[in-house]
């Protein structure tokens, strides 16, 4: 079973550059959700998606935007990249239904840097 | 704002212990509790995952407890072996589960 499966891995950018970074889900969840960890800060939420059609903002949404593409694809697009946003960022993926929440499940991460 | 704090920071113990981690919240109205394990450079594994109706979850030798009116959570795990060293973290659900705030997460080693 796949998971949560992030492209890429690693990547460095430029200050200003644009990227999107992708994700995707096999386990026919509805709910999907951006964070990023940084030392000393925990992880925290960037952007959710509660199902299919729908975003919400996070703790930190500032310098980010988000696509629901489908029920299995979520991504992070970081229009002008800036030093700031060097970190760990990390998709998860849980089905929330029936009024309760579900465990999250967590891709392997992508590690940015931005010179 | 929730504000989720994980006492201790890192923790050392010969392998054979028993050992909780604390997790400690702010705002006692959450939706779900949950404890993660993260390894060096890999993302999270849920552990257990714990409703605001209930006081305790457990899943082989390790065991969550919650209690909301406190704000508190513990996580005991039994008989620590070598494997069990990662960070573990707590997070905390909010807005019907949605809205998770974790906290900084505790470093495990367990000593051979």
């Known amino acids: 079973n796949a998971g949560v499966t992030q492209t890429p891995k690693f990547q460095v950018l430029k200050t200003g550059q644009s990227m999107t970074l992708q994700c995707a889900q096999d386990?026919?969840?509805?709910?999907m959700y951006w964070y990023r960890q940084d030392p000393g800060m925990g992880l925290r939420l960037i952007y959710y998606?509660?199902?299919?059609?729908?975003?919400d903002k996070g703790e930190v949404p500032n310098g980010y935007n988000v696509s629901r593409l489908n029920k299995r694809e979520f991504s992070l697009r970081l229009e002008s990249a800036a030093p700031s946003q060097t970190s760990v960022y990390f998709c998860a993926s849980s089905w929330s239904g029936g009024g309760w929440g579900q465990p999250q499940h967590f891709g392997d991460g992508t590690r940015l840097s931005i010179l | 704002k929730q504000e989720v704090t994980q006492i201790p920071a890192a923790l050392s113990v010969p392998e054979g212990e028993n050992l909780v981690l604390n997790c400690s919240f702010t705002?006692?109205?959450?939706?779900?509790l949950q404890w993660f394990r993260q390894d060096p450079g890999k993302g999270l594994t849920s552990l257990l995952l714990i409703q605001s109706s209930q006081r305790e979850q457990t899943s082989g030798r390790l065991n969550a407890s919650l209690d909301k009116s406190s704000g508190r959570s513990t996580l005991y795990i039994a008989a620590s072996q070598p494997g069990d060293s990662a960070t573990y973290l707590c997070?905390?659900?909010?807005?019907?589960?949605?809205?998770?705030?974790f906290g900084p997460g505790t470093r495990l080693s367990v000593l051979p």
């Open positions: 386990m026919n969840h509805n709910s």
């Open positions: 997070a905390v659900g909010g807005d019907y589960g949605q809205n998770f705030v």
């Open positions: 705002d006692s109205a959450i939706y779900n």
């Open positions: 998606s509660a199902s299919e059609g729908t975003t």
